[in-house]
């Protein structure tokens, strides 16, 4: 998605640019998310500080974390720095910081949508977090109202009989809901990248398959290996998500990146034919065959349901693992049954789940700006939680910054110097 953003906007302006993937746009991450343009999450997701939260995570209590031992010396010195930023001295500075971006989330996309023709791919009605106790609900009830009041997010709060009323499919009474009205959802998020890919090729942009490892200094410019033989450019731009360390950390830089894992699977009563393959399926329409109407957050267990065009999708929180460690989706399992409790769950789709990794930053900030080092070089990643939403106004912004123009907005609070170089 972000790769994808940025390249479109500055195709858009008029440059000479070649999309480099060893994929197809929207293969991973942003094909695997729970489709949600997030206008709404202004706060980044912090660190949990008290006692309870830290401990379930510790013994692995709940299914909202989980984490390999073996991926703790690596990943412990980020989530330390990530501990420290979620304090009370930085968190608010960060959440305004964030929150800034996150206030362009849906017009940058709207008219990306519109430019691209993906309309039959959106909703605008928003989604849900459901709670399951009356003491959750109020807690959550309260936070909204401080968002509301604090940033201008808009929300509606539904009793047990309203949610019920608004999702018959819900089984259990449920404590309640926030309905966050402002944001959109996507019932086939890598679908929308690939759309936003046509219109980059529609404006005489080129889709290259290529080695982005293979990106080295080349005169006043930078080199790629791709499958068309090596491209040059004056300006690099570095959007790999996940794997943006493996160009950053052989041209110097050590910042602090680290991913966190999730899953996802599909639940369809109707039969699917074909393959999946990253994003890529052979199989019939199921529109309309998802027992919800929006998306559904259930807080106090950590899993998303979200209504896709290839029926329910499941996906789970945080799991924190090396980059290639094997799947381990424990959490996938204890979240189809905590789905089960909600709704009659249709039967799984996919044999194995799908996993992808969340590209972290220890301060809950993107990077997004000049590489502190290297003239002509651009990075654009780290975008964790809320990279679907965020691609668009990151590719625009990145875009101001290169063409040397007034930026949408400030973009100091994003620059990859704030780590020291
Ligand atoms: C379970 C889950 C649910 C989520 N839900 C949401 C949500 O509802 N809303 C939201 O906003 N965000 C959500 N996210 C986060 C969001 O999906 C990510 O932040 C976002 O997709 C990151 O986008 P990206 O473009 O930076 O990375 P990616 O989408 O991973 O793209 C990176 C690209 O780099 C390419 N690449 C990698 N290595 C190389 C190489 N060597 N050479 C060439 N190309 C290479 C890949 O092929 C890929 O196309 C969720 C994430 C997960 C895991």
Redesign the pocket.
Known sequence: ????CTALHLAQRGHSVAL???????????????????RE?VEPYAFPRDWASLLNVAFKRGMDVNYHFGALPSVLPHLARYWQASGPSRYPLIAAEFSRLIEHSISENASLIAQAGADDLIRRTGYRTVFRTAKAFDQAAEKAQRLALQYGVQHALLDGAALAEAEPALRNSLAGAVHWLDPWSVND?GAL?ARYAALFTANNGRFVR????SLQPMGKGWRVVTQDGPLEAQHAVI?????AE??TRPLGYRLPLFV?????RHYSAVVHRGAANNGAFASESTSGTSPLSI?LLDAERGL?L?PMSRGLRI??GAEFARMGAPSTPVQLYKAEVAARELIDLPPAIEAEPWM????CTSDMKPVIGPAPRHPGLWF??G?????????AVSGRLLADLLDGKVPLIDAAPYSAGRFGG
């Open positions: 998605m972000v790769g994808t480099v993937d060893r994929g197809a746009p929207g293969g991973e991450t942003s094909y695997g998310n729970s489709g949600i343009i997030q999450a998020p990248v290529g080695d982005a490892t959007a790999l998500g996940p794997w493996t160009v966190k894992r999730g899953y996802h998306p998303v979200a996906t789970t992808g990794n969340r590209p654009n990643f975008h964790a939680h809320q990279g679907f939403t965020l691609g």
